[in-house]
């Protein structure tokens, strides 16, 4: 049994917008945000963009750049993703598996 790709777009793009949103709120450019962390600007915009998947190392360094804890950040970008499935509603399929 081989297991599927483990992309799930949906959790990516709630990654992306909360990159986004944080960074505005903080008050950063993308060119900050890239430097806080040690990151290529245009990585950044990729991930914003919901077209990168970072790595738990990445990720690691984005929130501690967007002064957040991991654990923070990933609590605010679940609390996103749950939104944008609960938005979907009935038009998805329950125990339908994506990625």
Do not use: W
Not at 3 to 29: C, F, H, T, W, Y
Not at 78 to 96: F, I, M, N, W
């Amino acid at each position: 049994m081989s297991m599927r790709p483990s992309r799930n777009q949906s959790l990516i793009e709630a990654l992306g917008l909360e990159v986004k949103v944080r960074r505005l709120d903080l008050g950063l450019s993308q060119e900050d945000l890239a430097g806080r962390c040690e990151l290529d600007r245009p990585y950044i915009t990729l991930i914003e963009s919901a077209r990168k998947q970072p790595t738990i190392s990445v990720l690691h360094r984005l929130a501690g750049a967007l002064e957040l804890s991991l654990g923070e950040f990933c609590q605010r970008v679940d609390d996103r993703y749950q939104t944008a499935l609960k938005a979907v509603g009935s038009t998805g399929h329950p125990g339908e598996r994506h990625g």
